[in-house]
Structures are given as C-alpha cells and as structure tokens.
C-alpha cells in the first residue's frame, strides 16, 4: 500500500513540473534510468519498448513527451516516489519551497477535518458527559395527584388526574422519593421521574455542548496548519 502524502494545493500545482524536469534531465544523462520511465510508460507490450527507447535517444522532443506522459499519469503520491528517486528530500523541499514529506501533516490534515480538534472542545465534551451523569443521577421528579372515579353500575369510571406538579430534583436511588403511589383523601398521589423534563434537559445540554465546540473549533486550513509546520523545528 503506497504512503500517503499530504499536500497543500499549491504543492499539488507544483510538484508535476517539477518531476517532469526532473525526470527529463536524468533521462537524457542516464540511458537506464529512461529506459526503466519507457518500461514503466509503454508496460510490456513486446517490441514497444526497445522502439520508443531508441527514438527517444534520437528525438529529444520525444523523449520530453514520453515522460510528460509517464509524469502525467501518475497520482500525487506516485509522483513524488519518482522525485524521491531521483532528489533528496532536502532538495526536493528547497525546489517546492516546503517539505511535503514532514510526518507531522498527516496530524495537521486529521486535525483539520475533524470537527473536534482542540483542547477546549475536549475539555467542554468532558464536562458535558459529568454534566449529563449528573442529571441522570438526580432526574427531576413530579407528583401527580389522581382523584378516584365513581362507582357505576358497571364498575368504577376511571380515575381522573387532577394536578401535575414539579417535585424537584433527587438523588436517583433515594427510596423516599422513589416512583410510588401514595393514598389520599377521595384518591392518591403519584410520585414520578419527570421524564420529559429530564430529556430537555438532555437536548438542551447536547445544544450547548454542540454549540461551545463549534465557537470553540480551531478552524486552521491544513495549508495554514502546513504554514506553521514549517516555523517550527521538526
């Protein structure tokens, strides 16, 4: 599996022509070297390539065409391979002005697409997660009281719910204040998790989190992240 490059756009304008030269200057001095460029370009069709060799020593404009060709064909990562081949990296970067081979793009360009990619943001995600075990350790509570339905000939007519009200937060395994049903003149009382509270504040809380990271995203280009790369020592 070929490594993989990270390249700015402007390194990815460039490093075509580069090789392109650069292979069209060996390949002039070096008769192996462009007879494995012709091998490589023609495959192994029999006959071609001792053909376009031999017209490619004898035809300049020819030879550049093979090779602009070859260069042409291949991806980015390919194409710097064959730079790698014939240039040191030093060079290669002085000639690009920037080093495409440093390691620590491969974290730049990860860092660059990924939403959550700072310190802060983990930081808010952190708290966010002890936030939302907190409020499930102490969910909110309400107490329904129920009046009880008359008697009927065919039985009893149901029950009818006469008040709904917040009974605050508690500790989630305190039997006290436990899902329960409890007797009241003429009916009873219920005492409840208030679910839908507990989920809007669940939804509000996954809002601000959402929210805080998104102001608090380090927005860097991977060519602006590539840009301070390059202040800094390796």
């Avoid at 805080?212 to 992240?225: G, K, V």
Wanted: net charge positive.
């Amino acid at each position: 599996m070929p490594h993989p490059y990270f390249l700015t756009k402007r390194e990815s304008q460039q490093i075509r022509p580069l090789a392109r030269e650069v292979a069209i200057e060996r390949g002039r001095e070096n008769t192996d070297y462009l007879r494995g460029t012709v091998r490589a370009y023609v495959g192994a069709a029999e006959g071609a390539e001792e053909a376009v060799l031999e017209r490619c020593l004898t035809d300049p404009q020819y030879l550049d065409s093979i090779v602009t060709k070859y260069v042409d064909s291949l991806s980015a990562s390919g194409v710097l391979d064959l730079l790698q081949a014939s240039l040191s990296r030093h060079a290669i970067a002085e000639r690009l002005g920037s080093d495409p081979f440093d390691p620590r793009r491969e974290e730049a360009h990860r860092r660059a697409g990924r939403f959550i990619n700072s310190r802060a943001q983990r930081e808010v995600v952190a708290l966010g997660i002890v936030v939302f075990c907190l409020m499930g350790l102490f969910p909110p509570r309400k107490m329904e009281r129920w009046k009880l339905g008359p008697a009927t000939d065919c039985g009893r007519a149901p029950d009818t719910r006469l008040e709904v009200r917040y009974a605050g937060h508690h500790f989630a395994f305190n039997t006290r204040y436990a899902p329960a049903t409890v007797p009241a003149q003429g009916g009873y009382v219920v005492y409840k998790w208030y679910l839908e509270m507990l989920l809007l504040q669940w939804l509000a809380l996954f809002v601000v989190i959402v929210v805080a990271c998104a102001a608090l995203r380090d927005r860097r280009s991977f060519e602006r992240r590539v840009a301070d790369l390059e202040k800094a020592p390796l």
